[in-house]
Structures are given as structure tokens and as C-alpha cells.
């Protein structure tokens, strides 16, 4: 939900999974977070 509501587009996602900037695990989830900046929008992450 949060993706579309930031619109950020499968190719970006794809990207950041396939090569992360950063890893990090969510011990209240237990979910990995991978971490990237955006390209359509310099700055973001």
C-alpha cells in the first residue's frame, strides 16, 4: 500500500531488492528491509 501511495514503480522496487544499499532486520516483524535511493527522485530512499 505504501509503495502506491508513494508511487514508486516496480522497476525501483526490483532494483533495491536486487542490489540494496543497506540490509537491515526487523525484529518486531522479523521482515528484511532492503534499503536504496530512488532515481526518479534524487534524495529519497
Known amino acids: 500500500m505504501?509503495?502506491?501511495l508513494r508511487s514508486i514503480e516496480k522497476n525501483e522496487v526490483e532494483r533495491v531488492l536486487l542490489a540494496?544499499?543497506?540490509v537491515y532486520f526487523d525484529v518486531v516483524t522479523g521482515n528484511m528491509i532492503a534499503i536504496g535511493e530512488r532515481f526518479s527522485?534524487?534524495?529519497?530512499?
Open 20 to 22: 540494496p544499499q543497506e
Open 2 to 4: 505504501r509503495i502506491k
Open 41 to 45: 527522485r534524487h534524495g529519497h530512499w
